[in-house]
């Protein structure tokens, strides 16, 4: 094995991918020729399903950059998003077999190369997968990276990951990239709407989320964020909205140093208080 597997959080199984594959940045070739028929055929049926429900939903830039993934009829082959993707915004995306560690993870990023792990969920997963797939990956990631601002954030929460990792704070910024990048709400003139690649690729939680009474929307407050913790296998309890991707970029731009040690000093009162 070239590297080691990744699993975040408690699981019983190892990860689906094939490390053997990566190289020492985690970086894999699309293997294309490994898709069977049965697995376009279930990208083709995701795509149908998801592509119905983003009307009204997700938010106006996904809905217009959803079509520069291609045909939605078998999976996209990366270099022909790449071509268009890279003439938009100087991104490219990469293959990953999965989930991979927080630094390779973070410095990709800040290289503006989004990784994307090339293999898709079996059938018997379509309504619900854990782990990210590429059905997840690029549906719900890659529109937003055609939009020049949004491009530019994502490149800059991976500068400021290799920051947090440096300062022992990476879970504070996960839950940040947990509740805007992957589970992010925005304001349009018209209503509410989904940007979060969690929301977007998930046919229940897009509608939850943009259209339940049930959960918290609270305007997008970078501490209280990072003193959230999340759920990964449920719909979220509390959503954050922003009004404008420029908004996004504006409050995560700032040195969180200050804001790591004040979410863990306090953390550390809370768990003393337990005791
Ligand atoms: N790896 N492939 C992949 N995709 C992710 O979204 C990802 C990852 N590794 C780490 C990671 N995310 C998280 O640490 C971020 O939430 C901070
Ligand atoms: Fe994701």
């Given at each position: 094995?070239?590297?080691?597997?990744?699993?975040?959080?408690?699981?019983?199984?190892?990860?689906?991918?094939?490390?053997s594959?990566?190289?020492?940045?985690?970086?894999?070739?699309?293997?294309?020729?490994?898709?069977?028929?049965?697995?376009?055929?279930?990208?083709?049926?995701?795509?149908?399903?998801?592509?119905?429900?983003?009307?009204?939903?997700?938010?106006?830039v996904f809905i217009r950059a959803l079509p520069s993934l291609g045909p939605s009829h078998h999976i996209p082959r990366f270099e022909q998003i790449n071509e268009r993707l890279y003439k938009a915004t100087g991104w490219e995306i990469v293959g990953v077999p999965g989930l991979i560690p927080e630094v390779p993870f973070f410095t990709l990023l800040a290289n503006r190369k989004f990784p994307v792990t090339d293999w898709i969920r079996k059938p018997e997963e379509f309504d619900y997968i854990v782990e990210p797939d590429v059905f997840h990956d690029l549906f719900g990631h890659v529109p937003l990276l055609f939009n020049p601002v949004f491009a530019d954030h994502m490149q800059e929460y991976g500068?400021?990951?290799?920051?947090?990792?440096?300062?022992?704070?990476?879970?504070?910024?996960?839950?940040?990239?947990?509740?805007?990048?992957?589970?992010?709400?925005?304001?349009q003139e018209d209503g509410l709407r989904a940007f979060g690649a969690g929301i977007l690729s998930s046919p229940g939680e897009l509608r939850y989320a943009v259209e339940s009474p049930e959960?918290?929307?609270?305007?997008?407050?970078?501490?209280?964020?990072?003193?959230?913790?999340?759920?990964?296998?449920?719909?979220?309890q509390t959503y954050?909205?922003?009004?404008?991707?420029?908004?996004?970029?504006?409050?995560?731009?700032?040195?969180?140093?200050?804001?790591?040690?004040r979410v863990r000093e306090m953390e550390e009162e809370l768990a003393a208080n337990a005791a």
């Open positions: 094995m070239a590297v080691d597997p990744v699993v975040y959080g408690a699981s019983e199984r190892p990860p689906r991918g094939d490390y594959r990566a190289q020492t940045d985690y970086t894999c070739p699309q293997h294309y020729a490994a898709y069977t028929d049965a697995d376009h055929d279930t990208w083709r049926r995701l795509y149908e399903r998801q592509a119905a429900l983003v009307a009204g939903r997700a938010c106006d500068k400021g990951g290799l920051k947090a990792h440096g300062l022992g704070a990476c879970e504070f910024l996960a839950r940040l990239y947990w509740y805007t990048i992957e589970f992010g709400l925005i304001r959960p918290r929307r609270l305007p997008l407050d970078i501490e209280r964020v990072m003193r959230t913790r999340y759920k990964i296998d449920t719909f979220q954050f909205v922003v009004d404008s991707f420029q908004e996004l970029f504006e409050k995560t731009a700032p040195d969180f140093a200050p804001t790591y040690e």
